[in-house]
């Protein structure tokens, strides 16, 4: 393990073992001032969620990107001090935190025995939404989590989410997929975060009007199971996290199996359009994401100075 690899994963564990033992309003005032003080330095990752919210916010000025990456900043500081502290709240804490609209598109997806995939963008806290899944409606779920480096901290995360009652199966090894799929047609619940491809096999759509590549998964898993497939976005409201579950994605009935993938992929993406255009200061996209940024040279200019 590389020194930087040790630092980074200590970092984790301190922030694990820390920070959910401070008193709220003082993890509340650490995080703000994390954020601050990394907004103000302009690194490579604030250049990013501001270059993607240029496209999000395409008739945004200068000063509006800045208010936005700041308060986008904020959000994601706000996302990591609730996630140390998660582990230490209370089940009523839990509950009375998230407050989901239109949740009947998933209790009638779970009752009709079919099983359910929830996708998300990076919006908000997914944690807390999984928390509240496993805790306030006592079902629980299998995700997947991306391996991370080290592989202590992989672990770190794993062990995290599998106290707030969740399956946790690694994305890369090729044996996910197919775990996913059983226990869907044994009528369970899959969640994934779905807005950024970490394969070969993305599926290409528009995303606010550029090409981005997005996972097949969530729209396979639902044309090989019959699984209900819905989009769900986040958003911060005051001290509680609100959420709206869409209406679901069908699988269309004629075409290829890779034509239905797209059409469902591309409302999938449509879907977490409408809530990142409702409040982007939430998406924590700190990462390259369209299809043009992924090269540099086919970078917009605004967006070149952030490719580093």
């Not at 047609?185 to 969640?191: A, E, F, P, S």
Request: proline share 7%; aromatic share 8%.
């Amino acid at each position: 393990m590389s020194v930087q690899e040790r630092l980074t994963d200590a970092l984790y564990g301190a922030g694990w073992g820390t920070v959910k033992k401070l008193p709220e309003p003082v993890a509340v005032r650490l995080g703000r001032t994390i954020a601050d003080v990394a907004w103000k330095q302009r690194g490579k990752g604030v250049l990013r969620l501001e270059s993607n919210y240029a496209r999000v916010v395409p008739d945004a000025g200068p000063e509006r990107l800045a208010e936005l990456s700041r308060a986008g900043m904020r959000s994601y500081l706000r996302y990591w001090m609730e996630s140390f502290r998660l582990p230490a709240w209370s089940p009523e804490r839990i509950a009375d935190s998230f407050g989901p609209k239109d949740l009947h598109h998933l209790t009638e997806g779970m009752a009709a025995g079919k099983g359910v995939i929830l996708a998300l963008p990076h919006l908000a806290n997914w944690d807390l939404a999984g928390a509240w899944v496993t805790t306030k409606l006592g079902i629980p779920f299998t995700t997947v989590a991306e391996r991370l480096k080290p592989e202590t901290l992989y672990d770190r995360f794993v062990a995290y989410r599998e106290g707030l009652g969740m399956e946790v199966l690694p994305h890369s090894g090729g044996s996910a997929f197919g775990t996913l799929a059983r226990r869907l047609r044994d009528g369970g619940l899959v969640c994934l975060v779905a807005d950024r491809d970490l394969s070969a096999s993305g599926v290409e759509v528009s995303f606010f009007g550029h090409a981005a590549r997005m996972p097949a998964g969530p729209a396979l898993l639902a044309q090989h199971t019959g699984a209900r497939l819905l989009p769900v976005t986040l958003w911060y409201d005051g001290p509680v996290m609100q959420g709206r579950v869409h209406p679901p994605v069908g699988v269309p009935a004629s075409g290829t199996r890779a034509e239905r993938t797209s059409v469902m992929t591309q409302a999938l993406a449509d879907a977490f359009a409408t809530g990142i255009a409702e409040h982007p200061e939430d998406w924590h996209m700190l990462q390259r994401l369209w299809t043009g940024d992924l090269d540099p040279a086919h970078a917009p200019e605004h967006d070149r100075e952030g490719t580093a």
